[in-house]
């Protein structure tokens, strides 16, 4: 592969990343000047560790910069489109997206088997008979108003269908189990 065939797929990579020359070149540890002449092509001597220190930057293979991979990604470094919306999100928006997922969890329609995350963020496994058969809700109304009180209800408008009742008590009970038995 030829340097300017590499500086395309550096300046190809650093545009779909949305990195301007100072963010890699900051990162890389050299001037912006330099990024730019590999960029261009205008690099006689192509450095790998340079060259490597740059798909780091950009969290990009390094062997598909320089055309030994046809993979741009590195397999470790996919991440879930949830992840890259999280990722996007400011310390406040982050905190709100955690309090949902979380809130998903205590619904068991969404959740694969029948682990739930306590007040303490450790994972536990619970049975659903215990939640039954000892419930604090028992009132429809009443378990919406608690749900509404910890804002929790929001966690149903990922579903299509309006919340049954059966769901909302569950839902009340769990939560009032797990966090706070109030």
Known sequence: MTNIEIGKRIKYARDLRKATLEDVAQKVGVTKSTI???ENGKINAIKIPVVESIAIALNVNPSWIV???DNMELPSQKTTQIIQYYEMLNDDGKQEATKRVKELTYIPLYRKNN???NKHNEIEISEEIQISSH????NVQKAKEYLKQRS???AFQFNQKEPTDSDILTMANTLWITSDKE
């Open 152 to 154: 929790c209800l929001a």
């Open 115 to 117: 682990t739930l995350i």
């Open 36 to 38: 730019q002449r590999y």
């Open 135 to 138: 419930p604090h809700f028992t």
């Open 67 to 69: 055309g030994k991979s």
